[in-house]
């Protein structure tokens, strides 16, 4: 048994449209507030350690995501590192062809387990390579609000 | 003793690019009804819990456990919904069984990506908020970030990656189901546009219409029910983390641990040998190679090599995504695992079709939730 009728013509095929509007706050917490305070106030780029799993991480987390524990140490990393790896944006959200492409990278800072997810600035894509030097960009001091977007990217060193 | 279980019937409604004549609801009532016909089984007299796989965001609607129960014939009946890869849902199933509370349960999870107008905007409300979504930018650039550091360290090239492309549409062609199936070759996808380096357009799936239904019941009644069951040997699935920062961006680990749960379930010590052939999530045509990888089907890096010698095509030594995959049948949403296991299913029971292999009596399959996620599902089947 399944279906015995079926629609037969695309007019009687009918739908109806909606949207809802979508509006969220994210709490930054208390790791995320240092961090992005750091950056907007002092330029720096701060990191949190677990002493026991011999990592630091960057974004600076309250926990160890491996082992569980709570984290206290803080420190402060350069404000450069190494591509680990990258790619060529062409699309938009919405799958619309970009006017200038946009490089993104995910840069491993030195002694960091992690690193930043961000636009590689005034690269040109032919020149870019997994394992590039970059630094950190931030926009001036009056500019930052106190978002990831402080950063303006990475360029390369 | 560990009970035993088995998939004792299954169905399925599509998959189509697009479907303008079904609802999801009637998408799902016709392979509910399919799998309990296969199954013979009336679902308000013997089936005694229903899950499925549905994720808010994709369907439209917030709660949507409560638009499940009536058109799978729970209605008064144990129900209850999941999010995650339809494997997931197969496995809460199966777990169902092993408590011995129940002994006939069903699972379903279906997709209409055709209905979700901003698709990609869901994707992207997926992204980390805080240091991630700010970034404005489309999620498949993880993929792209991902292929490219994954192609670094194995030494695999573009044309391995482009290769599972043709295998897998052509497989697709030889699918009735499958809505992407096509004769493309290595140029074709090799000059489609390259849209987030060193993904190109035509290594990316395009999404599909459908609905999967499989009813699971307990060793005895199994057997009772169906003269060639389909025994769940091994299940197994992981979270790396969520974080971009953090992950690893070779070698999918969430995959390897999931084989390894699954494996160790099923005995399973030298998976290649041991095991026919495998439904491995393509999302990415890259992801075939790196999953295969992961999943222990070969070394780190031999992968592309296999691909670009046959070997997994339907008539090699291990054939991969016979029904076409993702890239052929269509990317299913949250029903895109249960799809692999359905093909799995089909393979062992010899009803595969054109695409039918020989000799086959032990399958895998692997789905993944797709970006941004580290999120992946295995099981492990067997005649
Ligand atoms: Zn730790």
Redesign the pocket.
Known sequence: MSLIERLGTFGDAKVWYDNIPLESEYTVGIAGERFLRAIKDRGVILGTV?P??D?TYVPPSMY?E????QLDEWVELPAKGTVYTFTIVTRSLDGQALDEPEILAFVKLPGAHGGLVHRLTTAKPEDVEIGMEVEVVFKPQKEREGSILDIKGFKPT | MRRTAAIVGVGYSGFRSISPDLSYKEMMYEAAAKAYEDAGVDPQRDIESFVSVAEDFNEGTSIFDEYVPDQIGGALKPVHTIPGDGIHGLIAAYMQLLTGAMDIVMVEAHSKASNALTLSDVMAYAMEPIYNRPLGANPHFIAGMEMNRYLHSTGTTEEQCAQVVVKNRGNGFLNPSAAHGARVDLEMVLSSETVFYPLKKLEISSHADGAVVMVLASGEVAEELTSLPIWIRGVGWCNETPSLETRDWEGATYARKSAEMAYGMAGIRHPWQEIDFAEIDDTYAYKELQHMEALNLCRKGEAGHLVQEGATELDGAFPVNPSGGTLGVGHLLDASGLGRALEVVLQLRGEAGERQLGEVETGLAFGWRGVPTTSGAAVVLSV
């Open positions: 677990c026991a799993c990592l160890c491996r082992c569980f524990t």
